[in-house]
């Protein structure tokens, strides 16, 4: 079978190498290419990867230059059985569709039909849910609504943060290509509708979503802190009106303030971090970092415990 993915970020790279190891016959390879605001850019390794095998590519295309390559792609007498995104953000439209002869199939890292949509993995850390899923899935007009091919289940735990969660995603997605490549290459394969019942959509994420409120409570913060940490840009708060990036935070036990004031830190501890109040318990944070400053633990930023974030 013959196979043209479409790529973007770690998940596309990663996929993209997944399909190498099980020596499928990747004829073009459509890269996307990371935000500006991304730390961490794979476009690059993905090039060098198609550039390693032979494999044909093109960087950042447009709709109209994507089905003129199918089409000489047809005229030249090239069959193009499936069309795979991986990790891919923009829609792969139905004029595009068309051209796969078995199947178009996408990739989305959610317990779908709920979490459809964009930045599935962060919403659900910062949801604290405990379970997820890598789908393969017939993709359709409506986002990520296909029938599903298959899919490995995925367990969060309280101490993953996006970077253990995704890991674990791609390792399960390995196992789920493992299964149903050959299935693929045979051109047979099952599907299950989803339950439209239960469906539910993800927003779209911005830097400026990451701003920790202090009434929160020490787990919501929690979990914004995981969801949000390095590659992504961090969860934030400001002292003096300068903006601190929260790398990383734990929840801290304390006894009960009758005053309590949410984003007043109550204590240092050294080389570790501070004490924060929250709307509800308190958040040790431990490495932050000033916009343009050094990644270092907070009690070597902030000595006062009459300081109040927010």
């Not at 318990?281 to 415990?305: H, P």
């Amino acid at each position: 079978m013959k196979y043209i993915l479409f790529i973007g970020n770690k998940v596309g790279y990663e996929a993209l190498q997944i399909m190498i190891e099980l020596n499928c016959n990747i004829i073009h390879v459509f890269i996307e290419q990371e935000h500006s605001h991304e730390y961490e850019k794979y476009y690059n390794k993905s090039i060098e990867k198609c550039e390693s095998y032979n494999i044909k590519y093109t960087l950042n295309a447009k709709s109209n230059n994507i089905v003129e390559i199918f089409r000489s792609k047809i005229a030249a007498g090239e069959q193009i059985d499936y069309i795979i995104s991986f990790g891919y953000r923009k829609i792969i439209t139905e004029q595009m569709r068309k051209f796969a002869k078995i199947a178009c199939i996408g990739t989305h890292f959610s317990p779908l039909p709920r979490y459809r949509g964009f930045a599935p993995l962060n919403w659900l850390l910062i949801n604290g849910e405990t379970q997820t899923a890598v789908n393969l899935f017939y993709l359709e007009d409506e986002v990520d609504s296909g029938d599903i091919i298959g899919r490995e289940i995925v367990a969060i735990d309280y101490n993953d943060d996006i970077n253990s969660l995704l890991n674990k995603c791609i390792l399960a997605l390995k196992n789920l290509m493992i299964r149903k490549i050959p299935e693929l290459e045979q051109g047979i394969f099952s599907s299950e509708k989803q339950d439209e019942s239960k469906a539910s959509y993800a927003c779209a994420r911005n830097p400026k979503d990451g701003i920790v409120n202090w009434l929160w409570s020490s787990r919501r913060i929690y979990n914004l802190v995981r969801a949000l940490t390095y590659p992504y840009p961090g969860a934030y708060t400001y002292l003096d009106n300068k903006k601190i990036i929260v790398w990383t935070c734990e929840e801290y036990e304390v006894p009960k303030f009758e005053g309590a004031i949410p984003g007043k830190v109550i204590k240092i501890i050294k080389d570790s971090g501070i004490v924060v109040l929250c709307g509800e318990g308190a958040i040790l944070l431990k490495d932050i970092q000033f916009e343009n400053g050094e990644r270092k633990t907070a009690d070597q930023y902030i000595s006062s415990i009459r300081i109040t974030l927010g």
